[in-house]
T-cell receptor, first 111, second 113 residues
Framework: EDQVTQSPEALRLQEGESSSLNCSYT??????LFWYRQDPGKGPEFLFT???AGEEKEKERLKATLTKKESFLHITAPKPEDSATYLC????????????FGSGTRLQVQP | ETGVTQSPTHLIKTRGQQVTLRCSSQ?????VSWYQQALGQGPQFIFQ???????GRGNFPPRFSGLQFPNYSSELNVNALELDDSALYLC????????????FGPGTRLLVL
């Protein structure tokens, strides 16, 4: 069974204080690992897709990396508007295209 | 380019009733997936539709059913509502290729009393 575990559950940072979020996964044949951002009461907003170990992607203050067992979302010099829940999901090498999500990391950036 | 839309935004039902939620997929996408998200949890896969056929199902009972229409829009129907069905219901659309990104709509918040 595919599993995704995110840590920490919650993270409080000061503005400008860089940190990393972790996503550990167990999946039979990874087709893709996805990062989303979700604001309270809203749908997840797509950030990145990673397909193979060693791959990295960047967008503004965010950088996502992937190994064979985990992914990291690095946040550099965060701002209060980066406060949100960050979700990690995997798509397995089985017939269906379902995403298996972790429970997310709730990030709060204080000014 | 129009994104994924869902209706209604909020809904209140009583236990035992039936509900229909609607989703319009993003332009160019032919696959729709539905997810249920309980408070404080990640979304859980309900089922997926491709070319008007169910293309995979999660661990949800048969009272959760769906449809996809020729224009790729979709409906989620839930019969005999239970209190535990209270959640945010998310629709996501994508292409059918390997590793295609799923783009989510704003969700429908369902409260069952």
């Amino acid at each position: 069974e595919d599993q995704v575990t995110q840590s920490p559950e919650a993270l409080r940072l000061q503005e400008g204080e860089s940190s990393s979020l972790n996503c550990s996964y167990t999946v039979s044949g990874l087709r893709g690992l996805f990062w989303y951002r979700q604001d309270p009461g809203k749908g997840p907003e797509f950030l990145f897709t990673l397909y193979s170990a060693g791959e990295e992607k960047e967008k503004e203050r965010l950088k996502a990396t992937l190994t064979k067992k985990e992914s990291f979302l690095h946040i550099t010099a965060p701002k209060p508007e980066d406060s949100a829940t960050y979700l990690c999901a995997v798509q397995a090498g089985t017939g269906r295209r379902a995403l298996t999500f972790g429970s997310g990391t709730r990030l709060q950036v204080q000014p | 380019e129009t994104g994924v839309t869902q209706s209604p935004t909020h809904l209140i039902k009583t236990r035992g009733q039936q509900v229909t939620l609607r989703c319009s997929s993003q332009s160019g996408h032919n696959t729709v997936s539905w997810y249920q998200q309980a408070l404080g949890q990640g979304p859980q896969f309900i089922f997926q539709y491709y070319r008007e056929e169910e293309n995979g199902r999660g661990n949800f009972p048969p009272r959760f059913s769906g449809l996809q229409f020729p224009n790729y829009s979709s409906e989620l129907n839930v019969n005999a509502l239970e209190l535990d069905d209270s959640a945010l219901y998310l629709c996501a659309s994508s292409g059918q290729g390997v590793g295609e990104t799923q783009y989510f709509g704003p969700g429908t918040r369902l409260l069952v009393l």
